[in-house]
């Protein structure tokens, strides 16, 4: 079986959706090539789903075009779209075995009855489910039932595939084995995927780019390896993991990085975006990043406040004398109110204008 239909690339042309006065999607740009596994991903109303909805023909479009190649699309009806989908709620027929359920979409295209049978064999074995093949879906797991519901998105050969949070509703071991599942679905089928989630370590395993959206705006559009090092802005790096977030002031440039102040602290880290001296900015910085000074002298004091256990480390929350929070990860055994030295890597730490109206560290 092989999907992906006969495209090179499909171009989402400023698409734009308004729910009353308000933008939830304001003017996508985006082209999607033959083959791409693309993840939208942002917090929770920041327009994924109205993006994925408007691509699938769900929604109607306020502004803007979406193309196949040289076919203009966003005109069509959602069943002439082509597309293959899968949502949270996996929406399978409950009365009809995984068999009957999977064939569903061949019969409806009036697909050959020994076609239908070949087809929907192959895709049953795809997903891990022959023996599984003639139960009912309630007899089935949470990541039993998805997988049907996978199948039956793969198995009319879609030129495209969405899927709308395929995994949320199920547990954190069967979401790790389902995302690899998916991700080696997508390679062998050569399908076209388009992801919808607001989880960024699934977006970041699965993904060839990612699409990072703020209410309804892009934000940034670039690989995992892009996203996850350099975020184009303090939001971004917020979301992907950078925890701590200094207000501080730009003091001057060092070579190719930036030297700020803020929370009697001195940091050199690289800039993202133009900064003057004088400048309100963020500091941002991984807690794995934060580590535990060598030697006596080798870092900022601090004293530990509170300890999680996190198996082979621990998260720890730690306060600068002036005030600061930090949060640091170590496998060192800590212990609330012990004093020890940190050191924020330079090579780690990036510095962002501050947004307009928000105040930087006193100088
Ligand atoms: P989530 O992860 O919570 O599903 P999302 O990123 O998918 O969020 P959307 O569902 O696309 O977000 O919603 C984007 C914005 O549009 C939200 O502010 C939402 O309240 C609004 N919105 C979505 N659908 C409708 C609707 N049918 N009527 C009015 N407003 C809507």
């Known amino acids: 079986m092989t999907a992906g239909g006969r495209f090179d690339r499909l171009r989402l042309d400023g698409v734009s959706r308004r729910f009353g006065g308000s933008d939830a999607l304001a003017g996508l740009d985006l082209t999607i090539e033959r083959g791409e596994f693309i993840t939208l991903l942002g917090p929770s ?52 075995s ?7 979409g061949l019969r409806m295209r009036k697909v050959a009855r020994a076609a239908v049978r070949r087809r929907t064999d192959e895709a049953i074995r795809l997903v891990h489910l022959e023996a599984h093949a003639d139960k009912l879906p309630g007899q089935l797991s949470g990541g039993q039932q998805q997988r049907v519901a996978i ?4 198995v009319v050969e879609p030129s495209l595939v969405l899927m709308d949070e395929p995994l949320s509703n199920l547990d954190a071991k069967l979401r790790l084995e389902m995302r690899t599942e998916i991700r080696r679905l997508h390679q062998s089928l050569g399908l076209t995927t388009v992801y919808v989630t607001h989880d960024q370590e699934e977006a970041l395993s699965m993904s060839d780019r990612l699409v990072v959206l703020r209410a309804g705006r892009v934000e940034q559009i670039g690989t995992p390896e892009q996203v ?6 303090r939001h971004i790096a917020d979301f992907m993991g ?14 190719d990085g930036v030297v700020v102040d803020g929370a009697g602290l001195r940091l050199t880290g690289s800039p993202v975006g133009e900064m003057r001296p004088g400048d309100p900015a963020v500091a941002a910085i991984r807690p794995e990043d934060v580590r535990i000074a060598d030697q006596p002298g080798g870092g900022v004091e601090v004293t530990v406040e509170v300890v999680e256990y996190q198996g082979r480390e621990l998260s720890a929350e730690v306060r600068t004398g002036d005030g600061a929070l930090l949060h640091l990860r170590t496998a060192r055994r800590l212990a609330p109110k012990d004093r020890i030295e940190v050191v924020l890597d330079p090579a780690r730490l990036l510095v962002f204008p501050a947004d307009p109206g928000e105040g930087g560290g006193e100088p």
Not at 228 to 233: W, Y
């Open 151 to 154: 199948a039956r998105a793969v």
């Open 228 to 233: 996850h090092t350099r975020p184009a802005n």
């Open 242 to 255: 950078f925890r701590n977030l200094l207000p501080v002031r730009v003091a001057g440039q060092a070579g």
């Open 98 to 104: 995984v068999r009957k359920n999977i064939a569903f």
């Open 45 to 96: 109303g920041c327009g994924k789903s109205t993006a994925l909805n408007c691509l699938a023909g769900l929604l109607p479009l306020s502004r803007g075009s979406i193309w196949r190649d040289e076919t203009r699309l966003d005109t069509l009806p959602p069943e002439q779209r082509g597309f293959g989908m899968v949502f949270q709620n996996y929406a399978l027929f409950p009365h009809m």
